[in-house]
């Protein structure tokens, strides 16, 4: 791409050094990236380096926009809250975008109204209301609300239902039959109802250990002095809130208020997991998946979660959000978090040990395995995986759709141990039935390897069954694909395509797949085919390359266990068992390996003379 087409690059001198908030638009007018700078004449200048050492993404979009202007704010928090607020006004196409796996019901108050009310939401956008949540199951708010109501008796019903009672004095159907307490009813004021509803917010925050012990006093008061109907209306309200209590899982000590964001994500896709931690216990959970669009680190995705988890005035901001690490503006978000909050100072900060560590990694372990499903949901549609193919054909100029895709990758040890795997997908969906492995005794290095095992496979191509046999049952090995995929660059396509030329086999498209995922280097060119960011063939080819390097992976670790369990079966009184007992005590081969005598005696059943035979086995030859 010839540098004048960024005609619209400023002048050096003309980007000022202090903090602040730029924008790239379009020759629309629209705006397609929003960023910050602590100084924007170094971050912009990132943008306008030459075009070919720039990220494909980014390269797209400083060359789709034909604009770029800023803002000089007086502080990094003001950069950081302008960005904010441009991010939620104008939606750019080009940062990152959080979404909601599903919309998730959540518990209101209508604190704004004159009687609130408390009800089951999916709008996380009414004025005024206070929220609680998210729950997973929408019968999960109805049931804390139910329970939650005979301790705390408030209002249920509808806005039209409260004010035709308040006009024409009659109670409400709920309230008729005990399922409303506001004011319609006739039994409290409107201020006495307002107090009860702040009692209810309070105990749903978290000061539930309060409200406990005070209906616990009261249940003993009223019970020494013989007032049994009250001491059992007391005992019934304390119940309900137990009940509710049980509900809520306890993870931490009571006094912690926390937000706890776990984060998994790779070079397409991320995956956010929230716990709602109040007094020590989960009160809500939230997911969010994104599809990336820029490269970003994980310090960028953890802004991005934060400026979409308290996007709203009303946002319940606790007094610690807790993050898998520190982003670059650690001191800037939590000023502005502590400026939404209103009250005390909000840290934001890592789990190091302990409870709040244990909780994280059941967070990020949430967040992996949404992002699995994530996947998982793209490859199991038949209209996705039918553009993949027909996205995968345009791009690599193929005549047809490739049906049948095989992807290669080697692995080894230290150019030790050299193993590679074949992994097959057909019509966009893995065939594990036909994937195989292959062992390589001698190589000289991955191209080399590349090449044997190509060869190998390409001869099994010959050995398929002639069409004039019709009850002869085709082996599946001998199955040619459209498409020959192999994990890396230019050196192991020539590779490949040298193994190609002399099995003599045609009509096989072979690809390399580059370090950044959407090139694919194809044989005699000098520039990669770039696949588009958001097309599904750029999900297919991940796929195919993560299940290869899987499936080498665990071959190779298969035979480790077995080499090492050849070599140890060979000293007399190790068999199988203590094997599996001295590779879990060292947890790796290596390990074992580079132990001593002592150490090796140390596993249990392993004596002195067992531990010095097994270490000079371990060392001969």
């Given at each position: ?5 960024l005609?619209y690059r400023?002048k ?5 050094t202090?903090p ?7 020759a ?11 100084s924007?004449?170094a ?6 380096a030459?075009l070919?050492s ?6 797209r979009m400083v060359?789709t926009?034909?604009?770029v ?11 950081l ?6 991010i939620?006004?104008f ?6 975008k ?6 998730y ?13 408390v009800?089951?939401?999916r ?7 206070r ?5 997973p199951?929408i019968?999960?708010?109805?049931d804390?609300?139910?329970l939650?109501?005979?301790a705390?008796p ?6 039209s239902?409260y004010?035709?009672a308040?006009q ?10 005990g ?6 009813s006739?039994?409290?004021s409107i201020?006495?109802h ?9 105990f ?5 250990k309060?409200?406990t ?6 249940m003993?008061?009223?019970a020494?002095t013989?007032d049994?109907?009250?001491?059992a209306?007391y005992?019934d309200?304390?119940?309900?809130l ?10 931490m000590k009571?006094?912690?208020d926390?937000?706890?964001f776990g984060i998994?994500h790779d070079?397409?896709s991320?995956?956010?997991q929230q ?6 216990r989960?009160?809500?959970v ?14 960028d ?6 400026r979409?988890?308290?996007?709203s005035?009303?946002?319940d901001?606790?007094r610690?959000v807790?993050v898998?690490?520190m982003p670059?503006?650690?001191t800037e978000?939590?000023?502005?978090l502590?400026?939404?909050r ?5 840290r ?11 909780l994280?990694?059941t967070?990020?372990?949430n967040?992996?395995?949404?992002l ?5 949901r793209?490859?199991?549609d038949f209209?996705t995986?039918s553009?993949a193919l ?16 095989e ?15 074949m992994?097959v ?7 594990k039935?036909?994937?195989?492995t ?12 590349m ?8 001869a099994?191509l010959?050995?398929a069954?002639?069409?004039t046999?019709?009850?002869?049952a085709?082996?599946?090995?001998s199955?040619?694909?459209?498409l ?8 192991q ?7 190609l030329e002399?099995?003599?086999?045609t ?14 280097w194809l044989?005699?060119s000098?520039f ?9 063939a750029?999900y297919?080819v991940?796929?195919?390359r993560?299940?290869?390097h ?5 071959y ?9 369990s050849t070599?140890?079966?060979?000293v007399?009184?190790v068999?199988p068992a ?10 790796s081969?290596a ?6 005598p ?15 035979a ?5 060392h001969?030859?």
């Amino acid at each position: 791409m010839p540098e004048q087409q960024l005609a619209y690059r400023p002048k050096p001198g003309e980007i000022p050094t202090q903090p602040g908030v730029y924008r790239f638009r379009d020759a629309q007018g629209r705006v397609l990236y929003v960023g910050k700078a602590k100084s924007l004449r170094a971050r912009l200048s990132n943008y306008f380096a030459p075009l070919r050492s720039l990220h494909e993404r980014t390269r797209r979009m400083v060359t789709t926009a034909s604009s770029v202007e800023w803002t000089v704010v007086g502080s990094d928090v003001e950069a950081l809250q302008l960005e904010y607020t441009w991010i939620k006004e104008f939606e750019p196409p080009f940062n990152v975008k959080f979404r909601d796996d599903k919309t998730y019901p959540y518990m209101a108050v209508t604190m704004a109204d004159e009687a609130p009310r408390v009800m089951v939401t999916r709008n996380p956008r009414i004025k005024g209301a206070r929220y609680f949540g998210p729950y997973p199951k929408i019968w999960a708010v109805h049931d804390t609300i139910d329970l939650m109501i005979k301790a705390f008796p408030i209002r249920t019903c509808s806005d039209s239902s409260y004010k035709r009672a308040m006009q024409s004095g009659k109670p409400c159907f709920p309230g008729q039959i005990g399922k409303c307490g506001g004011p319609c009813s006739m039994t409290v004021s409107i201020e006495e109802h307002r107090r009860i509803v702040d009692d209810f917010v309070s105990f749903m925050s978290g000061n539930d250990k309060r409200f406990t012990r005070e209906l616990q006093a009261l249940m003993k008061d009223a019970a020494e002095t013989q007032d049994y109907e009250a001491a059992a209306k007391y005992r019934d309200q304390l119940l309900s809130l137990e009940a509710v209590l049980e509900k809520s899982t306890v993870v931490m000590k009571d006094s912690v208020d926390a937000d706890m964001f776990g984060i998994e994500h790779d070079e397409l896709s991320a995956a956010v997991q929230q716990f709602v931690v109040r007094g020590g216990r989960i009160r809500g959970v939230r997911s969010w998946t994104v599809d990336k669009e820029l490269d970003v680190t994980t310090g960028d995705l953890i802004e991005g979660v934060i400026r979409t988890a308290y996007n709203s005035p009303d946002a319940d901001v606790p007094r610690e959000v807790i993050v898998p690490l520190m982003p670059d503006d650690a001191t800037e978000i939590s000023t502005w978090l502590t400026q939404l909050r209103g009250r005390g100072t909000v840290r934001l900060k890592t789990a190091q040990r302990g409870e709040k560590a244990a909780l994280m990694e059941t967070a990020v372990l949430n967040a992996k395995q949404a992002l699995i499903r994530h996947k998982t949901r793209r490859s199991s549609d038949f209209a996705t995986r039918s553009q993949a193919l027909a996205d995968l054909q345009e791009a690599l100029g193929m005549a047809e759709a490739p049906l049948r895709i095989e992807c290669y990758d080697i692995s080894h040890l230290s150019g030790t141990n050299i193993v590679a795997s074949m992994v097959v997908f057909e019509d966009g969906l893995a065939r594990k039935d036909q994937y195989r492995t292959f062992s390589i005794a001698e190589s000289t290095d991955d191209t080399d390897s590349m090449y044997q095992v190509l060869t190998r496979r390409l001869a099994h191509l010959d050995d398929a069954p002639a069409e004039t046999e019709p009850d002869a049952a085709p082996r599946r090995f001998s199955y040619p694909p459209q498409l020959l995929l192999v994990d890396g660059g230019q050196p192991q396509v020539a590779a490949a395509r040298r193994a190609l030329e002399e099995s003599g086999r045609t009509g096989i498209q072979i690809a390399g797949i580059a370090k950044r995922l959407e090139e694919l280097w194809l044989p005699d060119s000098d520039f990669p085919a770039i696949l588009p960011r958001n097309s599904e063939a750029l999900y297919l080819v991940q796929r195919l390359r993560d299940e290869a390097h899987r499936f080498a992976i665990t071959y190779q670790r298969k035979r480790r266990k077995r080499d090492i369990s050849t070599v140890l079966s060979e000293v007399p009184g190790v068999g199988p068992a203590r094997v599996k007992t001295l590779l879990t005590q060292f947890g790796s081969v290596a390990r074992l390996k580079a132990a001593s005598p002592e150490q090796i005696a140390e596993t249990p059943g392993v004596g002195p003379a067992l531990a010095q035979a097994i270490h000079a086995r371990l060392h001969t030859g």
